[in-house]
């Protein structure tokens, strides 16, 4: 191999001093913003909310209203962020894109109040937005809503998305149970100290998934659906929804499971 030329010296200093600086504020802006470092979060800075933003989110979140000051200001900051941050395209005729983005970003806010890590940026990073049930190419079948890990992608109906927050405490929110599905795959990746502790709640939630008499539980049970029964991630959204929407009837038909949730939320 011929040594290099002198131009082709200087040419490779420049791209090894280059890729040290990109690390080098990649690290920084990491450590200082919380936040991964990528081209869309650098375009896209956390806009501030305001005060139709805030009434609005109070007339459809029922626990909003419950919280405590500290509690609001956590979700209102967090929320913000969410909302900035997340690439939201919309297909179809849906005049109320605003509203829309709320509803998802205050199911993701609320679902991970408690948690230190409430970002989703190893499971989200595009949400789909149509106005009414969508035909899947993917299965080949008519959705309300879904969650594509391998793409990390939440698609939803609109129509169907606000339907889940007009009746707050009948354990049916679309929001809520799609976001279920991302925390779980979130969590599934991570190896930190909450993670662990997530997992650990999964274990035991899967005991009693695939206990003997679950199913006649599931059918005696007003408090968590049918649907429930699907599989293991089914159960876990359905009973993520039912945690947020009816907390005391899930307390009192499924005590073990409430506190296992509970745990695992940090709530």
């Known amino acids: 191999m011929e040594d290099l030329t002198e131009a082709q010296k200087q040419i490779a200093a420049i791209i090894l001093v280059v890729g040290l600086?990109?690390?080098?504020?990649?690290?920084?802006?990491?450590?200082?913003?919380?936040?991964?470092?990528t081209f869309f979060n650098l375009f896209h800075p956390v806009k501030p909310i305001n005060a139709k933003e805030r009434n609005f989110i109070a007339s459809f979140l029922v626990p909003f209203r419950t919280f405590n000051p500290e509690q609001k200001r956590?979700?209102?900051?967090?929320?913000?962020?969410?909302?900035?941050?997340?690439?939201?395209?919309?297909?179809?005729?849906?005049?109320?894109?605003?509203?829309?983005?709320?509803?998802?970003?205050?199911?993701?806010?609320?679902?991970?109040?408690?948690?230190k890590n409430f970002r989703f940026e190893n499971s989200i990073s595009r949400i789909i937005v149509y106005p009414s049930k969508y035909y899947s190419n993917i299965n080949k079948r008519h959705h309300l809503g879904e969650y594509n890990p391998k793409l990390k992608t939440l698609v939803f109906s609109a129509e169907d998305l606000k339907h889940g927050f007009k009746i707050p405490n009948d354990s049916l929110n679309l929001g809520i149970h799609e976001i279920a599905h991302a925390l779980l795959f979130e969590k599934r990746l991570k190896s930190t100290w909450e993670a662990r502790k997530f997992k650990v709640g999964l274990t035991k939630l899967k005991t009693v998934f695939n206990s003997v008499n679950f199913n006649d539980r599931i059918n005696n049970s007003n408090y968590i659906r049918a649907y429930a029964k699907t599989n293991f991630m089914e159960f876990f959204a359905v009973l993520v929804e039912s945690f947020f929407e009816n907390p005391s009837g899930l307390r009192n038909d499924f005590p073990e499971l409430y506190f296992y949730l509970k745990k695992m939320l940090n709530y």
């Open 21 to 37: 600086l990109f690390v080098f504020v990649k690290a920084l802006y990491e450590r200082f913003v919380h936040e991964q470092f």
């Open 74 to 115: 956590r979700f209102l900051k967090r929320f913000t962020w969410f909302k900035s941050k997340k690439q939201f395209v919309f297909y179809g005729d849906i005049q109320n894109e605003e509203e829309i983005k709320a509803y998802v970003t205050a199911s993701a806010i609320l679902t991970t109040l408690g948690l």
